[in-house]
């Protein structure tokens, strides 16, 4: 599966953005992440939703303030009420395992490119 990730722009502080992450194929058996990268810092991981069944994880990273869902082969990151910190450049990936659960970032993810958020007044 491939991933492209899009949406990300300039946003006001407690703005609002959604990013799309489209893949090419179908996404049943993927664990779809997003994860991000601020300069200068560790990536960070936002939120992932199973392929499976839809379940989400990873909800305490963000203080409930960024939503992850899923309609066919696109998955999307609602991120709301946005900081200065939030800047970053967010990339989608695909667990081949479905193991969000487990936030274990293996080698075998596929990554799609980043799209950069940039919070700022």
């Known amino acids: 599966v491939q991933l492209q990730a899009s949406g990300g722009g300039l946003v006001q502080p407690g703005g609002s953005l959604t990013l799309s992450c489209i893949s090419s194929g179908r996404l049943d058996h993927y664990g779809i992440a997003w994860l991000r990268q601020a300069p200068g810092k560790e990536r960070e991981k936002v939120l992932c939703?199973?392929?499976?069944?839809?379940s989400t994880y990873w909800e305490d990273s963000m203080e409930g303030r960024f939503t992850i869902s899923r309609e066919k082969n696109t998955v999307y990151l609602q991120m709301n009420n946005l900081k200065p910190e939030d800047t970053a450049v967010y990339y989608c990936a695909a667990d081949p395992f479905d193991r969000c659960d487990l936030g274990i970032i293996g080698p075998n993810w596929r990554w799609g490119q980043g799209t950069l958020v940039t919070v700022s007044s």
């Open positions: 939703i199973s392929g499976m069944d839809g």
